[in-house]
């Protein structure tokens, strides 16, 4: 099974409306979640982060945590063409009692807003 | 705003040839880490390295590869002799706070092996 899973899209919605985001993990000890955002050719840019259950909302985005489900999503709320991007969930893994930091990244999901 | 700036944008390197990747990371950080992507491919974790040691490293960083802070600015990579599978785009990242906020990254180098 693979650490951090996300459905590779691509993922079209018209301009306006919400796009949702998914990513699940499989290690139960993992302790932050990510969301970042990538160009074609560029580097990832974070979104958001979130480490406790629930949702949290900057501006047009929504990061969700479920830790009994192990799920990560993310909700792009009136959704732009400047939003077409590969959006990358990373999960930073707790593992043998120490972390440095080490982000594990899913595939990534491939957004399209068009027009 | 503070940002980590890789150089250069793009190497172009003969097979078996050493290749140096350099990054200043964003100055009171502490930790600093690098990623590649081959291209097509997920974001692979490659080694991280913290109070002038590698704290931890992934089975693709083997004896080819090497990091350095040689002057408490400069974060490099090198890769002693380049195989055609390390053709990637390679991230630098820094980190101020080791388990809260997310890295900020560098806008990577491409290197081509050919």
Redesign the interface.
């Known amino acids: 099974q693979k650490e951090v899973e996300q459905n590779s899209g691509p993922l079209s919605v018209p301009e306006g409306a919400i796009a949702s985001l998914n990513c699940t993990y499989s290690d139960r000890v993992s302790q932050s979640f990510f969301w970042y955002r990538q160009y074609s050719g560029k580097s990832p840019e974070l979104i958001m982060s979130i480490y406790s259950n629930g949702d949290k909302e900057d501006g047009r985005f929504t990061a969700q945590l479920n830790k009994a489900s192990q799920y990560v999503s993310l909700l792009i709320r009136d959704s732009q063409p400047s939003d077409s991007a590969t959006y990358l969930c990373a999960v930073n893994i707790l593992r043998g009692g120490t972390s440095y930091g080490k982000l594990t990244f899913g595939q990534g999901t491939i957004l399209t807003v068009h027009p | 705003e503070p940002e980590v700036t890789q150089t250069p944008s793009h190497q172009v390197t003969q097979m078996g040839q050493e290749v140096i990747l350099r990054c200043v990371p964003i100055s009171n950080h502490l930790?600093f880490?690098w990623?590649r992507q081959i291209l097509g491919?997920?974001?692979?974790?490659l080694v991280?390295f913290?109070n002038n040691e590698i704290?931890?490293k992934s089975e693709i960083f083997d004896d080819q590869f090497s990091v350095e802070r040689p002057d408490g600015s400069n974060f490099t990579l090198k890769i002693r002799s380049t195989k055609l599978e390390d053709s990637a785009?390679y991230?630098c990242a820094s980190?101020g706070d080791?388990?809260?906020?997310?890295?900020?990254?560098?806008?990577?180098t491409r290197l081509t092996v050919v």
């Open positions: 930790y880490y990623y491919q997920k974001v692979e974790f991280s913290y704290s931890e785009m991230f980190k080791l388990f809260n906020y997310g890295y900020t990254f560098g806008s990577g």
